[in-house]
């Protein structure tokens, strides 16, 4: 069973630039969920998405986006790039649909975003 | 929200020994995991363990729940253990809907 997967893997941009970023989830997992990894911040929790449908927000201003289509594929997009969006964006899908837990998540390699 | 805490920080430890990394949660949590981030960034599932005590290999984890605590244990440590170890709690974040909190990691290094 192929795993998550995340596109691109690395992409360097300059600031006031916008960037989508892609997740496939698990064949059959509905839900995805996105975070970003930074040394300062460490691992927070962005939104989730199931069934096409936002179902929990982080505390990320609205620069900060995203969206679920039919096929259970996320994007994330930001835009407005600022130095401060340097990160590790990670995607994360799982069976359930967050409303009795998180469920057991999987997460991808994860894309690697440089702003200049 | 949920509050989870990692300890120790850092961690050395000689080819062999054993180690226990400890994860504090700071209220009743739905689901608990714990993780090993590779050098390439990705999360690895080692566990998935809301309560109890679960083995695979040399690793080994016990939730207790009523407590609020989660324990990682590494038996044999070899350098390719070597990385962060996360820990990440889900809890009800309020509308109807759940989100997984990460603590801050325990940076494991084995030394040949």
């Known amino acids: 069973k192929a795993g998550v997967t995340q596109t691109p893997r690395y992409l360097i941009k300059t600031r006031g630039q916008q960037v989508t970023l892609s997740c496939s989830p698990i064949?059959?997992?509905?839900?995805v969920s996105w975070y970003q990894q930074t040394p300062g911040q460490g691992l927070q929790f962005l939104f989730e998405y199931f069934s096409e449908t936002q179902r929990n927000k982080g505390n990320f201003p609205g620069r900060f986006s995203g969206r679920q289509f039919s096929n259970s594929r996320s994007e994330m997009n930001v835009s407005t790039l600022e130095l401060g969006d340097s990160a590790l964006y990670l995607c994360a899908s799982s069976s359930t649909s967050g409303r009795t837990g998180t469920g057991e998540l999987f997460f991808g390699e994860g894309s690697r975003l440089t702003v200049l | 929200g949920i509050q989870v805490e990692q300890s120790p920080p850092d961690l050395i430890l000689q080819e062999g020994a054993n180690s226990t990394l400890r994860c504090n949660f700071s209220d009743s949590v739905n689901n608990l995991q714990w993780f090993h981030q590779n050098p390439w960034g990705q999360l690895i599932n080692l566990f998935y363990i809301p309560s109890g005590t679960k083995q695979n290999g040399r690793l080994s984890a016990t939730t207790v729940a009523t407590e609020r605590y989660s324990l990682l244990y590494i038996s044999s440590s070899q350098t390719t253990d070597s990385g962060v170890y996360f820990c990440a709690a889900s809890a009800y974040s309020g509308a109807g809907s759940y989100q997984l909190t990460f603590g801050k990691g325990t940076k494991l290094s084995v030394i040949p």
């Open positions: 064949s059959g997992h509905r839900s």
